[in-house]
T-cell receptor, first 107, second 112 residues
Framework: KNEVEQSPQNLTAQEGEFITINCSYS?????LHWLQQHPGGGIVSLFM???GKKKHGRLIATINIQEKHSSLHITASHPRDSAVYIC?????????FGTGTSLTVIP | DVKVTQSSRYLVKRTGEKVFLECVQD?????MFWYRQDPGLGLRLIYF???????EKGDIPEGYSVSREKKERFSLILESASTNQTSMYLC???????????FGSGTRLTVV
């Protein structure tokens, strides 16, 4: 079962490029999260969205509830943005996760 | 600074050993979760607990058990470790709302 689909799976960008990662989901949700995982394992939460758009520094997350779609944008990408980005949705108490997008930003 | 702490970052165990992975949170969260993460498969839920002494099976509970004797601690137990349990294990906790979902830094377990 794939309640959450992310694209692309892998992404390589040159430093400074604008990056978009997409997430589509098939279940009704109360919230969607974007997570970041650096090499070594630990996961941090970047955004929690239930509608509209949020911005934090160079990161922007949008969600369209009707279309069941969310995007994570990174402006002026930097090598330190290299990580796996994971979309997660919460229909209830449990979370469903996408398989992640591995981003590499080359200097 | 709120935390979910996993006791080990790296573990190497032998096939057949009983393995304990410990997770402690300091946020007074009711809900705690154990996931494993494998390449191409993403995060898969093993077990979760919504209260002390309560537990629920996730998607892949076979070969695992859990213990939650105190609110802050959620232990994952591999009764008899096998090589297919080599993986990254992540603990998470969350309060009663949809906010504050916090992950630990992960334990990379290798079973040889």
């Amino acid at each position: 079962k794939n309640e959450v689909e992310q694209s692309p799976q892998n992404l390589t960008a040159q430093e400074g490029e604008f990056i978009t990662i997409n997430c589509s989901y098939s279940v009704g949700i109360s919230a969607l999260h974007w997570l970041q995982q650096h090499p070594g394992g630990g996961i941090v939460s970047l955004f929690m969205l239930s509608s509209g758009k949020k911005k934090h520094g160079r990161l922007i997350a949008t969600i369209n509830i009707q279309e069941k779609h969310s995007s994570l944008h990174i402006t002026a990408s930097h090598p330190r943005d290299s990580a796996v980005y994971i979309c997660a949705v919460a229909p209830g108490n449990q979370f469903y996760f996408g398989t992640g997008t591995s981003l590499t930003v080359i200097p | 600074d709120v935390k979910v702490t996993q006791s080990s970052r790296y573990l190497v165990k032998r096939t057949g050993e009983k393995v304990f992975l410990e997770c402690v949170q300091d946020m007074d969260h009711e809900n705690m979760f154990w996931y494993r993460q494998d390449p191409g498969l993403g995060l898969r839920l093993i077990y979760f607990s919504y209260d002390v002494k309560m537990k629920e099976k996730g998607d892949i509970p076979e070969g695992y058990s859990v213990s939650r004797e105190k609110k802050e601690r959620f232990s994952l137990i591999l009764e008899s470790a096998s090589t297919n349990q080599t993986s990254m294990y992540l603990c998470a906790s969350r309060g009663q709302t949809n906010y504050g979902y916090t992950f630990g830094s992960g334990t990379r377990l290798t079973v040889v």
